[in-house]
């Protein structure tokens, strides 16, 4: 007979060792996504609020931008070109965007979704099927601000398509 010790002679080792694998694993990708966006929120600058109700960057940060920030204090933050890259009728369908993400309860969905990434940082299709969500999240609202301005297709996709190329 061989003799086994140690931690994996028995089952309750493997789990013990297993358990330990998904907690690091775990707490990495928890790391990983709240030092991103720490970094994101940092390199914004200073923020100083808008009469819209917005934040303005005062850094050149433009990618990502706009965007609604924040789970219990979400702010729609939007870039220093703001201004400059759309016209009056964009800006607003842009915040508008944002505002039905904010208005939906996304940020929520969104934290919920990053818990739900952690605890499966193994699964391989964790990553991809939280671009979908996002991405869904995206086409319903754009669906919600066409419904609400149905006349304004062409600026609004005009708006869409200044953002996507900025970044």
Excluded: M
């Excluded at 920030?69 to 915040?95: E, K, M, S, Y």
């Amino acid at each position: 007979a061989v003799n086994q010790t140690g931690p994996w002679a028995t089952a309750s080792g493997w789990t013990s060792l297993l358990a330990a694998l998904w907690a690091l694993g775990a707490g990495h990708a928890l790391l990983k996504a709240c030092l991103a966006q720490w970094r994101f929120e940092r390199q914004l600058g200073v923020l100083r609020q808008r009469e819209d109700g917005s934040w303005q960057a005062d850094a050149d940060a433009d990618a990502g931008l706009p965007a609604l920030v924040g789970v219990w204090r979400p702010r729609i933050i939007v870039g220093p070109g703001f201004d400059t890259r759309f016209d009056a009728q964009q800006r607003n369908l842009v915040l508008q965007h944002e505002r039905s993400h904010r208005d939906h309860g996304d940020q929520w969905v969104n934290a919920f979704v990053l818990v739900l990434r952690c605890v499966f940082w193994f699964h391989p299709l964790a990553a991809w099927s939280v671009r979908r969500l996002q991405r869904d999240q995206e086409l319903a609202c754009d669906a919600r601000v066409l419904r609400l301005h149905p006349a304004h297709r062409r600026s609004y996709a005009t708006a869409l398509l200044t953002a996507h190329l900025a970044h």
